[in-house]
């Protein structure tokens, strides 16, 4: 038997809400109306999908298995209608965006005046912090995070690869010589990033945690930057932060073994898969479009590298 979307959406609804009453506000229905469409759908899947307390709602072990494809069956269906009906929407109303604050100075806030200029009536509040935010009790509309995700009861589209590279500014190499392999980092100042005392490199599709030491740690990229290019050590940086740096060669990326640093993911993460607002996708459409056009590639040695001219 097809299931009911709506019964779907109950379901994606109530895992990010973590509340019945939320769902059923989200979707302009009752509580005693969302609670029904669930057990419908938990009587047609044969499982309970959610443990309800009086306190909150949470997922079962069956219901942690079907959210993602409750989620992905309402984005084909979105997807369809969409397709159907070209032009009909409008992007519209209070946009609020959440990114880290590197991120979201050189990628996100440059695609500002180009989305404001096509949506006239959408109203953007970005947000840019580098702390987790936790995007529904902050009422957000979508966050651009580069990270490992935690919390499946949120929607994530992969964006785009973030390959990361390890630099030193030119000084220092001349000063202190060029590593080359792994072993050689622990001769060399390692600046590193909120205190973590390793740096994890990929090897035969396995992760690999190199130990390093510093006398320089900071909980702040940008602070990272300011010291590698001063000459202080080598750091990690992801590819779009350091394009500038590269290009004008004030920083150059350094290769241990032929491994490359572990690989990030650029993700845009929002609340709930069942219908999405069109100003969301709007958003999400064009910061694809942005990051396709940095190569988040290492250039060859003297090529420098660039990231859409940003």
Same mark, same amino acid.
């Not at 990030?264 to 910061?287: E, G, N």
């Given at each position: 038997?097809?299931?009911?979307?709506?019964?779907?959406?109950?379901?994606?609804?109530?895992?990010?809400?973590?509340?019945?009453?939320?769902?059923?506000?989200?979707?302009?229905?009752?509580?005693?109306?969302?609670?029904?469409?669930?057990?419908?759908?938990?009587?047609?899947?044969?499982?309970?999908?959610?443990?309800?307390?009086?306190?909150?709602?949470? %997922? $079962? +072990?069956? !219901?942690?298995?079907?959210?993602?494809?409750?989620? @992905?069956?309402? =984005?084909?269906?979105?997807? &369809?209608? *969409?397709?159907?009906?070209?032009?009909?929407?409008?992007?519209?109303?209070?946009?609020?965006?959440?990114?880290?604050?590197?991120?979201?100075?050189?990628?996100?806030?440059?695609?500002?005046?180009?989305?404001?200029?096509?949506?006239?009536?959408?109203?953007?509040?970005?947000?840019?912090?580098?702390?987790?935010?936790?995007?529904?009790?902050?009422?957000?509309?979508?966050?651009?995070?580069?990270?490992?995700?935690?919390?499946?009861?949120?929607?994530?589209?992969?964006?785009?690869?973030?390959?990361?590279?390890?630099?030193?500014?030119?000084?220092? %190499? $001349? +000063?202190? !010589?060029?590593?080359?392999?792994?072993?050689?980092? @622990?001769?060399? =100042?390692?600046?590193?990033? &909120?205190? *973590?005392?390793?740096?994890?490199?990929?090897?035969?599709?396995?992760?690999?945690?190199?130990?390093?030491?510093?006398?320089?740690?900071?909980?702040?990229?940008?602070?990272?930057?300011?010291?590698?290019?001063?000459?202080?050590?080598?750091?990690?940086?992801?590819?779009?932060?350091?394009?500038?740096?590269?290009?004008?060669?004030?920083?150059?990326?350094?290769?241990?073994?032929?491994?490359?640093?572990?690989?990030?993911?650029?993700?845009?993460?929002?609340?709930?898969?069942?219908?999405?607002?069109?100003?969301?996708?709007?958003?999400?459409?064009? %910061?694809?479009?942005?990051?396709?056009?940095?190569?988040?590639?290492?250039?060859?040695?003297?090529?420098?590298?660039?990231? &859409?001219?940003?």
């Amino acid at each position: 038997m097809p299931m009911d979307s709506e019964e779907l959406a109950v379901l994606v609804h109530a895992a990010a809400a973590g509340s019945l009453s939320e769902a059923a506000r989200r979707m302009g229905t009752t509580p005693a109306a969302a609670s029904r469409r669930l057990a419908a759908l938990e009587r047609q899947v044969g499982a309970r999908l959610m443990q309800r307390t009086t306190r909150n709602l949470t %997922l $079962t +072990a069956e !219901g942690e298995a079907f959210l993602p494809h409750a989620r @992905a069956a309402l =984005e084909a269906m979105e997807a &369809g209608q *969409a397709a159907l009906l070209p032009g009909r929407e409008e992007a519209s109303g209070p946009l609020r965006v959440t990114a880290s604050m590197n991120f979201g100075r050189k990628i996100v806030a440059p695609l500002m005046p180009r989305l404001l200029a096509e949506h006239p009536r959408l109203r953007v509040d970005l947000q840019l912090t580098d702390s987790l935010v936790d995007i529904v009790a902050e009422g957000i509309d979508l966050a651009v995070r580069i990270a490992r995700l935690r919390d499946s009861a949120l929607v994530a589209q992969k964006l785009a690869p973030n390959p990361r590279l390890l630099c030193a500014s030119p000084g220092y %190499l $001349t +000063a202190h !010589g060029t590593p080359r392999t792994v072993a050689e980092l @622990a001769g060399h =100042e390692c600046l590193v990033l &909120g205190g *973590a005392p390793y740096w994890t490199y990929e090897l035969d599709g396995q992760m690999r945690q190199i130990r390093v030491g510093s006398r320089f740690t900071s909980n702040s990229i940008e602070a990272l930057r300011q010291a590698c290019l001063g000459g202080l050590g080598l750091s990690l940086f992801s590819a779009w932060d350091i394009a500038e740096e590269l290009e004008a060669g004030r920083l150059v990326p350094v290769e241990l073994d032929a491994l490359p640093p572990q690989e990030l993911t650029v993700w845009a993460v929002y609340p709930s898969a069942s219908q999405v607002p069109r100003k969301v996708r709007v958003f999400i459409a064009m %910061l694809r479009e942005a990051l396709q056009d940095c190569p988040f590639r290492p250039a060859p040695a003297g090529a420098g590298a660039s990231c &859409g001219g940003r």
